[in-house]
Protein backbone atom coordinates (compact mmCIF):
# COMPACT_ATOMS: atom_id res chain seq x y z
CA UNK A 1 0.00 0.00 0.00
CA UNK A 2 0.80 3.77 -0.54
CA UNK A 3 1.77 6.33 2.11
CA UNK A 4 0.86 9.73 1.04
CA UNK A 5 0.72 13.12 2.56
CA UNK A 6 -3.14 15.14 2.48
CA UNK A 7 -2.63 19.09 2.14
CA UNK A 8 -5.09 21.80 2.73
CA UNK A 9 -4.76 24.18 -0.49
CA UNK A 10 -5.73 28.08 1.52
CA UNK A 11 -3.25 28.65 3.83
CA UNK A 12 -1.00 25.81 3.38
CA UNK A 13 -0.32 25.29 -0.28
CA UNK A 14 -1.11 29.53 -0.98
CA UNK A 15 -1.96 32.40 1.11
CA UNK A 16 -5.05 31.64 2.57
CA UNK A 17 -6.23 35.60 3.31
CA UNK A 18 -8.70 36.10 1.05
CA UNK A 19 -12.26 34.79 1.77
CA UNK A 20 -12.45 33.04 -1.80
CA UNK A 21 -9.28 32.15 -4.08
CA UNK A 22 -10.30 31.04 -7.41
CA UNK A 23 -8.34 33.99 -10.38
CA UNK A 24 -4.96 33.03 -11.11
CA UNK A 25 -3.91 36.68 -10.27
CA UNK A 26 -5.02 36.09 -6.73
CA UNK A 27 -3.24 32.28 -6.03
CA UNK A 28 0.33 33.04 -4.06
CA UNK A 29 2.16 30.02 -3.45
CA UNK A 30 3.82 30.09 0.12
CA UNK A 31 7.43 30.11 1.46
CA UNK A 32 9.54 26.96 0.62
CA UNK A 33 6.27 24.91 -0.67
CA UNK A 34 7.91 23.52 -3.71
CA UNK A 35 10.91 22.79 -1.57
CA UNK A 36 8.32 20.79 0.77
CA UNK A 37 6.68 19.11 -1.86
CA UNK A 38 9.42 17.96 -3.53
CA UNK A 39 11.19 16.71 -0.60
CA UNK A 40 7.98 14.39 0.25
CA UNK A 41 7.74 12.92 -3.78
CA UNK A 42 11.26 11.96 -3.23
CA UNK A 43 10.86 10.16 -0.46
CA UNK A 44 7.67 8.33 -2.04
CA UNK A 45 4.60 9.97 -0.53
CA UNK A 46 1.86 10.40 -3.06
CA UNK A 47 0.83 14.04 -2.75
CA UNK A 48 -3.07 15.16 -2.59
CA UNK A 49 -4.63 18.23 -1.54
CA UNK A 50 -7.81 18.36 -0.34
CA UNK A 51 -10.18 21.66 -0.32
CA UNK A 52 -13.48 22.61 0.45
CA UNK A 53 -14.55 25.27 -2.38
CA UNK A 54 -17.89 26.29 -0.76
CA UNK A 55 -17.89 29.35 -2.87
CA UNK A 56 -18.88 27.81 -6.06
CA UNK A 57 -22.32 26.72 -3.96
CA UNK A 58 -22.72 29.98 -3.25
CA UNK A 59 -22.43 30.88 -6.83
CA UNK A 60 -19.37 33.26 -5.90
CA UNK A 61 -17.42 31.24 -8.76
CA UNK A 62 -17.71 28.34 -11.02
CA UNK A 63 -16.08 24.52 -11.33
CA UNK A 64 -14.38 25.68 -14.75
CA UNK A 65 -12.74 28.73 -12.29
CA UNK A 66 -11.52 26.29 -9.94
CA UNK A 67 -10.24 23.74 -12.47
CA UNK A 68 -8.25 26.39 -14.08
CA UNK A 69 -6.45 27.32 -10.68
CA UNK A 70 -5.48 23.50 -9.89
CA UNK A 71 -4.52 22.80 -13.20
CA UNK A 72 -1.97 25.71 -13.12
CA UNK A 73 -1.18 24.97 -9.32
CA UNK A 74 -0.48 21.34 -10.28
CA UNK A 75 1.59 22.19 -13.36
CA UNK A 76 3.84 25.30 -11.07
CA UNK A 77 4.30 22.44 -8.59
CA UNK A 78 5.16 19.64 -11.28
CA UNK A 79 7.83 22.23 -12.65
CA UNK A 80 9.63 22.18 -9.46
CA UNK A 81 9.75 18.23 -9.52
CA UNK A 82 6.78 17.30 -7.36
CA UNK A 83 3.71 15.85 -8.24
CA UNK A 84 0.38 16.26 -6.96
CA UNK A 85 -1.51 13.22 -7.67
CA UNK A 86 -5.26 14.52 -7.50
CA UNK A 87 -6.94 17.62 -6.07
CA UNK A 88 -10.38 16.71 -4.33
CA UNK A 89 -12.82 19.80 -3.64
CA UNK A 90 -16.27 19.95 -2.18
CA UNK A 91 -18.13 22.23 -3.81
CA UNK A 92 -20.55 22.39 -1.32
CA UNK A 93 -21.52 24.97 1.45
CA UNK A 94 -22.72 24.00 4.82
CA UNK A 95 -25.58 26.59 4.71
CA UNK A 96 -26.62 25.50 1.29
CA UNK A 97 -27.04 21.68 1.50
CA UNK A 98 -25.42 19.29 3.53
CA UNK A 99 -22.81 16.54 2.48
CA UNK A 100 -20.01 13.78 3.28
CA UNK A 101 -17.24 15.33 1.48
CA UNK A 102 -17.06 18.88 2.79
CA UNK A 103 -14.09 18.72 5.53
CA UNK A 104 -14.71 18.40 8.48
CA UNK A 105 -16.36 15.19 6.81
CA UNK A 106 -13.78 12.79 5.56
CA UNK A 107 -15.43 11.94 2.69
CA UNK A 108 -12.66 13.44 0.30
CA UNK A 109 -9.48 11.35 1.75
CA UNK A 110 -11.48 8.31 2.18
CA UNK A 111 -12.19 7.95 -1.92
CA UNK A 112 -8.54 8.91 -2.44
CA UNK A 113 -7.53 6.11 0.08
CA UNK A 114 -9.59 3.93 -1.71
CA UNK A 115 -8.34 4.90 -5.65
CA UNK A 116 -4.83 5.27 -4.57
CA UNK A 117 -4.72 2.31 -2.37
CA UNK A 118 -3.42 4.43 0.80
CA UNK A 119 -2.42 2.57 3.80
CA UNK A 120 -3.94 5.52 6.57
CA UNK A 121 -1.00 3.86 9.37
CA UNK A 122 1.41 5.68 7.17
CA UNK A 123 0.03 9.06 5.77
CA UNK A 124 -0.70 12.48 7.24
CA UNK A 125 -2.89 15.27 7.16
CA UNK A 126 -1.34 18.88 7.47
CA UNK A 127 -3.90 21.72 7.78
CA UNK A 128 -4.01 25.01 8.98
CA UNK A 129 -8.10 24.57 10.57
CA UNK A 130 -9.61 22.69 13.06
CA UNK A 131 -11.96 20.84 10.24
CA UNK A 132 -8.79 19.69 8.65
CA UNK A 133 -7.43 17.97 11.70
CA UNK A 134 -11.04 16.35 12.17
CA UNK A 135 -11.10 15.23 8.77
CA UNK A 136 -8.11 13.76 8.59
CA UNK A 137 -8.46 11.75 12.07
CA UNK A 138 -11.48 10.71 10.92
CA UNK A 139 -10.06 9.06 8.02
CA UNK A 140 -7.53 7.61 10.34
CA UNK A 141 -4.31 9.71 9.40
CA UNK A 142 -1.63 11.36 11.40
CA UNK A 143 -3.29 15.38 11.01
CA UNK A 144 -0.79 18.18 11.77
CA UNK A 145 -1.96 21.84 11.97
CA UNK A 146 0.29 24.55 10.95
CA UNK A 147 -0.09 27.80 11.28
CA UNK A 148 -2.17 29.89 8.57
CA UNK A 149 0.01 31.02 5.72
CA UNK A 150 3.46 29.91 6.95
CA UNK A 151 6.13 27.35 5.66
CA UNK A 152 5.81 23.58 5.84
CA UNK A 153 9.16 22.65 5.20
CA UNK A 154 10.28 21.98 9.02
CA UNK A 155 6.88 19.84 9.08
CA UNK A 156 7.87 17.50 5.32
CA UNK A 157 11.19 17.27 7.00
CA UNK A 158 9.88 15.90 10.32
CA UNK A 159 7.67 13.30 8.49
CA UNK A 160 10.31 12.05 6.47
CA UNK A 161 13.08 11.67 8.98
CA UNK A 162 10.13 9.96 10.71
CA UNK A 163 10.17 12.64 14.22
CA UNK A 164 6.34 12.22 13.80
Known amino acids: MNKAVFLDR ?3 INNGDLYYTYRLEDFHFNPDVFEALQLLS ?3 Y ?13 GEYTKADVDEIHNWMKAQIANHNATIEEVYYCPHHD ?27 RSFFIGDGERDI ?4 KAGLRSIKTNKNQ ?14
Do not use: H, W, Y
Open 10 to 12: DGV
Open 42 to 44: QNG
Open 46 to 58: LLIIITNQGGIAK
Open 95 to 121: SLEACLCRKPESGMIEKAIARFEIDPQ
Open 134 to 137: KAGE
Open 151 to 164: SILSICQSIVEGKI
